[in-house]
């Protein structure tokens, strides 16, 4: 177990354990289920920078080497991408003159938009060998490997400076976020944005989203832990601001720390509001392990009152933080017949640690399924959009965060 802080190495103090669970990012063909494994799972946060993070940490390569999640399955996260690019070229003029990098490319679809509308030079990174063919398909260079330090090093030689450098949903996942920023700041010149974004740890604070704390999310991410980050590897913030994704997220813009880039001051109102809510408080984080413990208790009660109405239920997305939900509130085949997902890296297996089969989402009917139980509850405007005829049809859509509550 991690003892100490992945971004300044001081004390961890655990505040948090969920015991085992299995991994929640791959699910399982039929005939493994009788080998998977548990791993410890417990939360911790830093006594001095107080940076919340995972404390026991599963090689990578078990995490990512074959990876089921694609961006471009969702709409949602399609619109984020464009709507990033806009900004880029209307505030940092990216454009055909442009080199841009993205770390954890996944299957090129950002890189696509890039070069297909704005015509600049694209390179990704991404550790997912089943997606390289995806990435190849969309005609992008994509090097099928983990970023770090020692390999920007390798890509500097090659390709030289890039204009733009971008980590979207990465920077929760590396045990060693200095190691990645060490290597971004590598690749960048006096001109250079780095752009990250990651799930915004006041979001996870405020709605109990405890169901983002799966072994692939090692850190949970503030303002302040960004600003911590790009002060010891000679980068500074300029800008930020709060997206529509994974449940609440921020978006910093990061230069280096000599450019004249000016910070923004939506910066200094970010990190004020973050220490006025008690972020940084240990006595804040003691008293969320409680309100987890309570969610778990009214979800499970929930479901108990509608199975007890003879109601048949069934879950909707099968992703990492639906996975680590079922499994730490003890939601199995007991409440749910079937989960849906419409990746086609999912669909026949069965969910990891609870074992319950994937369908297509197009075999939902109302009158055979009365609930489903929202576990991309991040996405819930896009799938009760897909589902209209489900609910048109009197299905009903349960959201289990910040409370359980039925989707109107």
Request: proline letters at 2%; aromatic letters at 10%; hydrophobic letters at 35%.
């Amino acid at each position: 177990m991690k003892k100490k802080c992945r971004i300044c190495d001081n004390k961890l103090i655990s505040i948090l354990n969920f015991k085992k669970v299995a991994l929640s990012g791959g699910c399982l063909k039929k005939n493994k289920i009788q080998k998977e494994k548990k791993y410890p799972l417990s939360i911790g946060v830093c006594k001095k920078c107080k940076h919340l993070q995972i404390q026991n940490i599963v090689n990578p390569k078990k995490l990512f080497n074959y990876y089921e999640w694609e961006t471009s399955v969702s709409k949602s996260n399609i619109y984020l991408i464009s709507s990033l690019l806009k900004n880029l070229n209307k505030n940092f003029n990216l454009g055909n003159k442009s080199k841009v990098f993205e770390i954890a490319s996944n299957d090129g679809s950002l890189l696509k938009e890039t070069k297909n509308k704005y015509k600049s030079f694209v390179l990704g990174i991404d550790p997912a060998k089943n997606l390289l063919k995806v990435s190849k398909k969309n005609e992008i260079k994509t090097i099928v490997d983990f970023f770090s330090y020692k390999k920007s090093k390798k890509i500097k030689n090659e390709y030289g400076f890039f204009d733009f450098c971008i980590a979207r949903n990465v920077i929760a996942h590396t045990a060693n976020p200095n190691d990645i920023f060490k290597g971004v700041s590598n690749l960048m010149n006096n001109k250079s944005i780095f752009v990250i974004e990651v799930p915004h740890l006041e979001s996870i604070y405020k709605d109990n989203q405890y169901d983002n704390m799966f072994h692939e999310h090692i850190g949970f991410h503030s303002i302040q832990s960004i600003e911590d980050l790009c002060i010891k590897n000679d980068l500074k913030i300029v800008n930020v601001e709060k997206i529509d994704s994974q449940g609440g997220s921020i978006r910093c813009y990061i230069s280096k720390k000599i450019s004249k880039a000016k910070k923004d001051n939506k910066v200094k109102l970010f990190l004020y509001k973050e220490r006025k809510i008690g972020l940084f408080k240990l006595k804040t984080w003691i008293d969320f392990s409680k309100k987890v413990n309570k969610h778990k208790k009214k979800l499970n009660n929930f479901l108990k009152k509608l199975k007890e109405k003879q109601n048949n239920i069934a879950a909707y997305g099968a992703s990492g933080k639906g996975h680590l939900l079922l499994q730490v509130c003890e939601i199995g085949n007991n409440y749910l017949d079937n989960v849906y997902d419409k990746s086609k890296f999912k669909k026949g297996k069965y969910t990891p640690g609870t074992h319950i089969k994937i369908i297509d989402p197009k075999y939902i009917d109302a009158k055979k399924t009365d609930y489903l139980l929202l576990l991309s509850w991040n996405l819930a405007k896009e799938i009760a959009k897909q589902e209209k005829k489900y609910l048109k049809d009197n299905g009903k859509i349960i959201v289990p965060f910040p409370n359980p509550h039925i989707l109107k």
